[in-house]
T-cell receptor, first 115, second 117 residues
Framework: AQKITQTQPGMFVQEKEAVTLDCTYD???????LFWYKQPSSGEMIFLIY??????QNATEGRYSLNFQKARKSANLVISASQLGDSAMYFC????????????FGAGTTVTVRA | EPEVTQTPSHQVTQMGQEVILRCVPI?????FYWYRQILGQKVEFLVS????????KSEIFDDQFSVERPDGSNFTLKIRSTKLEDSAMYFC???????????????FGQGTRLTVV
């Protein structure tokens, strides 16, 4: 079974608008962490935001916020006020306490910001 | 700002040849990882390394792969006899030690694009 599911292969968003990228996860662990990474066309992986399973508040980092709904096992990324430089592939990932070291990644969502 | 550095950025090799991908993790980090991303596909975990030994490896990480930390700063991935299907972007990552392992952010290098011909 997939640990991380990203159902949107590609999205278009108008500059200055907000966009929500979906991520659902599957784990039986009580302690886990959820991460979002950005991969521009140049290929590097850039950490954006982290949410811990015990964190009561949704994580925010500048224009990035994470809509964490634990009961639904979803961790959607919201990018507010989109900029042209936000055009990239976005990956949701999870680290589980029972698998101490590795990140499990979703298939990714390509975001294209239009002027 | 400290960063993970990978060399080379792009390597082309003949099928059957050995390749060594090099990484310099962030200096105070203790956990090291290799991930692979076949073009257009998701990032896949290969192996993690802590305290000079492999902590975990995936089913992809078979006998043709090996990792080493030869000198305390470099972290290498060796592919002994490359196959066409090894063509991918290989990412090195590192994390610092924290008691809450789950919250460890992995800092990624810029990747090495391996092309096997």
């Amino acid at each position: 079974a997939q640990k991380i599911t990203q159902t949107q292969p590609g999205m278009f968003v108008q500059e200055k608008e907000a966009v929500t990228l979906d991520c659902t996860y599957d784990t039986s662990d009580q302690s886990y962490g959820l991460f979002w990474y950005k991969q521009p066309s140049s290929g590097e992986m850039i950490f954006l935001i982290y949410q811990g399973s015990y964190d009561e508040q949704n994580a925010t980092e500048g224009r990035y916020s994470l809509n964490f709904q634990k009961a639904r096992k979803s961790a959607n990324l919201v990018i507010s006020a989109s900029q042209l430089g936000d055009s990239a592939m976005y990956f949701c990932a999870m680290r589980e306490s029972s698998l101490d070291y590795k990140l499990s990644f979703g298939a990714g969502t390509t975001v294209t910001v239009r002027a | 700002e400290p960063e993970v550095t990978q060399t080379p950025s792009h390597q082309v090799t003949q099928m059957g040849q050995e390749v060594i991908l090099r990484c310099v993790p962030i200096s105070n980090h203790l956990y090291f990882y290799w991930y692979r991303q076949i073009l257009g596909q998701k990032v896949e975990f290969l192996v993690s390394f802590y305290n000079n030994e492999i902590s975990e490896k995936s089913e992809i990480f078979d006998d043709q792969f090996s990792v080493e930390r030869p000198d305390g700063s470099n972290f290498t991935l060796k592919i002994r006899s490359t196959k066409l299907e090894d063509s991918a972007m290989y990412f090195c990552a590192s994390s610092e030690f924290k008691s809450r392992i789950v919250g460890l952010e992995a800092f990624f290098g810029q990747g090495t694009r391996l092309t096997v011909v």
